[in-house]
């Protein structure tokens, strides 16, 4: 058993409870490689944020759960290194899965886990979030759990169609769980694909696509059952379409790929809502630097030469996505 706190990370809670008062959210940022950690890094050093790593099942399958944390024990002494005296770094499991995944994870030194029961019926996910509640508290690790479920693929756990939280359930699903935060379903989805051209109208000004809003009376009715509560929005990526028209220029194939306009995003930040969780912008931002390098000298063929500038391209959406769109800019507590 190893506690975070020795390894420098820190839970969720008191960042939270900041963003709630302030009016802001703390970046959720999915990692799975160097580069997307370094700039991850990078971008929270040079904007005095704090910043939550997110480790999915699929990057626990691709780079190996134990590398990924001794990367985010690294991440606190790198951001020391880069300047930062007191960084707030949360190592949190993205969409547990089951009680023994959350288990591992918290006894190898993991600060928050969330256990998503969404698909589950509703009494089931609050049996297995209460289970992970009650061992994760012992170890002062926070625990995200999930009402309502998301449309399209949340990992493994897919849905058909998206069921928005019911906000009528909020308040017993908290007190019975005891959850530290709280994701919801408000619209938006995974991936790079959130809408279908058919649920979208045409900007008459740009020609692009724009998706309907986001269900802001469901944010605000579950805001009224639970004042001040920690909110989460997962598939919260914007699809920046000049990434998309990189990657298609360069040899790519994305269609009709559409995300939540950062306006809307902007305005949950500023509610309950107080994280925010980001992973394809990153992909797409990557995707397209490597493209186009690799479109623009095809001889060249140093992973660092295109991994250099793919992270660049990351951190540069980052620290727009903390100053921009999420607000959470000089909120670090030291
Ligand atoms: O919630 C989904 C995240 O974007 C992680 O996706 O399982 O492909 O790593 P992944
Ligand atoms: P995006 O696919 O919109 O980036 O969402 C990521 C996410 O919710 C991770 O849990
Ligand atoms: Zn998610």
Redesign the pocket.
């Known amino acids: 058993m190893i506690s975070y706190k020795q390894l420098g990370l820190v839970n969720t809670r008191e960042m939270f409870a900041k963003a709630v008062k302030g009016g802001y959210a703390i970046p959720a940022f ?1 990692f ?1 490689n160097m580069e997307q950690l370094q700039s991850i890094i990078m971008a929270a050093v040079e904007t005095k944020s704090p910043v939550i790593l997110q480790v ?4 626990r399958n691709y780079a190996n759960q134990t590398l990924l944390r001794y990367m985010a024990e690294g991440a606190v002494e790198y951001a020391k290194e880069l300047g930062c005296k007191h960084p707030e770094i949360v190592l949190h499991l ?2 547990g899965d089951s009680f023994e995944t959350c288990k591992s994870c918290i006894d190898m030194g993991f600060s928050s886990v969330m256990i998503d029961g969404s698909a589950l019926p509703y009494d089931e996910n609050v049996a297995i979030t209460k289970k992970v509640v009650e061992y994760a508290h012992q170890f002062d690790v926070t625990v995200e759990g999930e009402l309502g479920v998301l449309a399209g693929v ?2 493994e756990v897919s849905a058909a169609e998206s069921h928005y939280t019911k906000p009528e359930e909020v308040i017993d699903f908290v007190t019975k769980t005891g959850v530290d935060s709280l994701a919801i379903s408000i619209g938006t989805s ?1 991936g790079a694909y959130k809408f279908t051209p058919e649920q979208c109208t045409v900007d008459p000004k740009t020609g692009r696509l724009l998706p309907p809003p986001l269900a802001f009376d469901v944010l605000e009715a579950v805001e009224e059952k639970l004042p001040g509560f920690p909110i989460v929005l ?1 598939g919260s990526s914007s699809v920046p379409q000049e990434e998309v028209d990189t990657i298609n220029q360069n040899g790519g194939c994305l269609k009709a790929a559409v995300g939540i306009p950062e306006e809307q995003l902007r305005k949950a930040a500023k509610s309950a809502v107080c994280k925010i ?1 980001i ?2 912008d990153s992909r797409l931002a990557m995707t397209a630097a490597v493209r186009k390098v690799l479109h623009d000298k095809p001889e060249e063929f140093d992973p660092r030469k295109y991994l250099g500038p793919a992270r660049d391209s990351m951190k540069k959406l980052y620290i727009h996505k903390i100053i921009n769109v999420l607000g959470s800019n000089d909120k670090l507590l030291k």
């Open positions: 999915n799975n999915s099942k699929g990057a993205d969409h949340e990992d995974h997962h969780n992973d394809s």
